[in-house]
């Protein structure tokens, strides 16, 4: 039967070139430009008969033994998914994960940041039943999870096809890369700022008045605020410190979740908040009050990472959505729901891609958050929080 909700999805995932066929010898992807829409011909009116998403098919360059990996998956009793986006950020690639595999499937539970690792040890100690994929952006709790052994070093029939700054870790994928941005209300501030330095700049020359509402992250509350803060000012050294030191003049608000930091520019609270992820503000109607900007002089990137849990109860369906996930076909879903993919050989026909805030900002502006162990020894923490703590006025 006809699906019109994946009607637009399926135009763009029919106008790359990926076979539809069973495994075979591995081949490299097809170049860029068979994967560029191409023109639809009328053809004969829909029947009732499968369409080719509902068989299950892998492209001809995986590993001739992934049918084994099909089949057992049809043994196993679906897949939990942890994750920090929301189900809306998620709907499209699951759909259409479940038009190839119908028989899995997935329960998504959304979780805050700082909840993800913790649950997960928690269920696993009383037995219940864990997540068998975890997609976070949490650097400090991904890596202490890492050390733990609680990742299955699973290498993605895609592999080769990523950039190397997406898989820094054995069995670790970069689901989507989302900028951090600079959020506005149109109706209080006539002229966006396009970099921290502007929105320091104001705050510094309106600070006697305390005619300014900043809004952002409490770093040391909320992990994708530490690593934001951390990964942008390791990058813009002293001069990033001064930024702060001027935003720090104004007593910014400080907060730990991202819609309650919109919820304050929506209502004029604050006029400007900043590393906000993308995803959150890039779809609003052109009738909302706030605006966005890219923030040029040192673009934050924040990773979803997704792997795999040593204790999943089923590992075979984990790898089947591991490798959906970041194949042509499911970084474009990603887009369509509202994420931001960043295959290159993607760009030309997805609707938000790493490529084009490259476009914007320049690929040396640009500041990934990697799995850096830096982060993880104490004392390093506590130079940067007290640092941190100085420049925003919240020092003890």
């Given at each position: 039967m006809p699906r019109p909700k994946l009607l637009y999805c399926l135009?763009?995932?029919?106008?790359?070139?990926?076979?539809?066929?069973?495994?075979?010898?591995?081949?490299?992807?097809?170049?860029?430009?068979?994967?560029?829409?191409?023109?639809?011909?009328?053809?004969?009116?829909?029947?009732?008969?499968?369409?080719?998403?509902?068989?299950?098919?892998?492209?001809?360059?995986?590993?001739?033994?992934?049918?084994?990996?099909?089949?057992?998956?049809?043994?196993?009793?679906?897949?939990?998914?942890?994750?920090?986006?929301?189900?809306?950020?998620?709907?499209?690639?699951?759909?259409?994960?479940?038009?190839?595999?119908?028989?899995?499937?997935?329960?998504?539970?959304?979780?805050?940041?700082?909840?993800?690792?913790?649950?997960?040890?928690?269920?696993?100690?009383?037995?219940?039943?864990?997540?068998?994929?975890?997609?976070?952006?949490?650097?400090?709790?991904l890596q202490t999870f890492i050390k733990q052994g609680q990742v299955v070093s699973y290498r993605s029939q895609e592999d080769e096809f990523l950039p190397l700054w997406a898989k820094n870790k054995v069995g670790v994928y970069t689901l989507s890369?989302?900028?951090?941005?600079?959020?506005?209300?149109?109706?209080?501030?006539?002229?966006?700022?396009?970099?921290?330095?502007?929105?320091?700049?104001?705050?510094?020359?309106?600070?006697?008045?305390?005619?300014?509402?900043?809004?952002?992250?409490?770093?040391?509350?909320?992990?994708?605020?530490?690593?934001?803060?951390?990964?942008?000012?390791?990058?813009?050294?002293?001069?990033?410190?001064?930024?702060?030191?001027?935003?720090?003049?104004?007593?910014?608000?400080?907060?730990?979740?991202?819609?309650?930091?919109?919820?304050?520019?929506?209502?004029?609270?604050?006029?400007?908040?900043?590393?906000?992820?993308?995803?959150l503000i890039v779809d609003l109607p052109e009738t909302s009050n706030l605006g966005w900007a890219y923030i040029k002089d040192g673009q934050p990137i924040l990773n979803y990472n997704m792997v795999i849990t040593q204790n999943n109860t089923s590992p075979n369906s984990a790898k089947l959505l591991v490798d959906f996930s970041l194949s042509q076909e499911g970084q474009l879903a990603l887009s369509l729901g509202g994420l931001t993919p960043y295959r290159s050989d993607i760009a030309a026909i997805s609707k938000y891609h790493l490529d084009k805030v490259i476009s914007e900002v320049n690929m040396e502006h640009l500041i990934f958050f990697p799995l850096d162990e830096t982060i993880l020894n104490s004392a390093e923490y506590e130079i940067f929080s007290a640092k941190w703590q100085l420049a925003l006025k919240r020092a003890e």
């Open positions: 135009i763009l995932l029919f106008s790359i070139s990926f076979s539809a066929c069973s495994p075979a010898s591995i081949t490299k992807t097809p170049p860029l430009e068979n994967l560029l829409p191409i023109e639809t011909i009328p053809g004969p009116e829909p029947t009732p008969s499968l369409s080719a998403l509902e068989h299950s098919y892998v492209p001809i360059y995986y590993s001739p033994f992934y049918e084994d990996i099909i089949n057992g998956s049809k043994r196993e009793s679906g897949l939990l998914v942890y994750t920090e986006t929301k189900d809306e950020n998620l709907a499209y690639l699951i759909q259409i994960f479940r038009e190839h595999y119908p028989w899995i499937n997935v329960i998504l539970l959304q979780l805050n940041p700082d909840e993800v690792f913790e649950r997960y040890q928690r269920e696993t100690v009383s037995k219940a039943r864990a997540a068998d994929i975890i997609i976070s952006s949490d650097v400090i709790g890369s989302e900028p951090m941005l600079i959020v506005y209300n149109k109706q209080q501030l006539s002229v966006a700022p396009e970099t921290l330095q502007q929105v320091g700049n104001l705050a510094n020359a309106l600070s006697a008045q305390k005619l300014i509402k900043i809004v952002t992250y409490d770093a040391l509350l909320s992990p994708n605020g530490f690593a934001a803060n951390w990964f942008w000012s390791k990058a813009q050294g002293d001069a990033g410190w001064e930024i702060l030191n001027n935003i720090g003049s104004v007593n910014p608000i400080l907060m730990t979740s991202e819609m309650q930091m919109l919820d304050a520019l929506e209502s004029g609270k604050a006029e400007i908040g900043y590393f906000i992820p993308a995803h």
